[in-house]
């Protein structure tokens, strides 16, 4: 099935520890994004790449740094891991403007949850 | 000028009632006002969006209502049913494909 596939699903960390989030899309998309999702907050942009070679910061990059490795994969990195960086991630890629005439919504990852003790 | 704000962070509603979910955005260079709905443990998927050209859209039992001179916009659910039991947000980009700007977030309980 076309879609966003994230790598893990769950994973605990110390405090200090690193670790990258895996994402990648089957839809030959450009854009692909990386938020993080706390309770009362909604979804905030951490990064995104609006295509393959490009990154750009969103609201919240402290702590993180990503790859666009190529059109189909991009990755998310936490080089130390903070309790403050418990959350749940969700990997996503929108569909260009102007594709059909309908409105096509971003595809999500079903998501990253991660728990730094 | 980037946030939108969104509100009741909850809701409780009894099976065929009409749950209203508000948001209030800033930047009028927003163009593109989706609604997307998150099931426990499943990535959020879009519901339904408007464009500022239109004043409201429907599509089944889910209305946006939409706001320009008062920078607002909200979901409506008719006929609500215990399976719209989901976290709704809002948000707004610059463009259909462009960075989305997302609300805080209704977690919306419907009793049978």
């Known amino acids: 099935n076309a879609g966003v596939t994230q790598t893990p699903k769950f994973q605990v960390l110390k405090t200090g520890q690193s670790m990258t989030l895996q994402c990648a899309q089957d839809?030959?998309?450009?854009?692909m994004y990386w938020y993080r999702q706390d309770p009362g907050m909604g979804l905030r942009l951490i990064y995104y790449?609006?295509?393959?070679?490009?990154?750009d910061k969103g609201e919240v990059p402290n702590g993180y740094n990503v790859s666009r490795l190529n059109k189909r994969e991009f990755s998310l990195r936490l080089e130390s891991a903070a309790p403050s960086q418990t959350s749940v991630y969700f990997c996503?890629?929108?569909?260009?403007?102007?594709?059909?005439?309908?409105?096509?919504?971003?595809?999500f990852g079903s998501g990253t949850r991660l728990t730094v003790v | 000028q980037q946030q939108v704000k969104q509100s009741p962070q909850s809701l409780i509603v009894q099976k065929g009632g009409i749950p209203i979910i508000n948001c209030a955005y800033e930047?009028?260079?927003?163009?593109?006002f989706p609604w997307y709905q998150q099931f426990p443990g499943k990535g959020p998927a879009l519901l339904i969006a408007?464009?500022?050209?239109?004043s409201e859209k429907k599509e089944g039992r889910f209305t946006i209502s939409f706001n320009k001179s008062a920078k607002q916009f909200s979901l409506h659910i008719m006929d609500s049913q215990p399976g719209d039991s989901a976290t709704y947000f809002c948000a707004a980009s610059m463009f259909q494909g462009g960075k989305l700007i997302f609300g805080q977030g209704t977690e919306l309980s419907v009793k049978p």
């Open positions: 408007i464009r500022p050209d239109v």
């Open positions: 790449s609006a295509s393959e070679g490009t990154t």
């Open positions: 839809m030959n998309h450009n854009s």
């Open positions: 996503a890629s929108p569909p260009p403007e102007g594709q059909g005439t309908a409105f096509y919504g971003y595809t």
């Open positions: 930047n009028t260079a927003f163009d593109y």
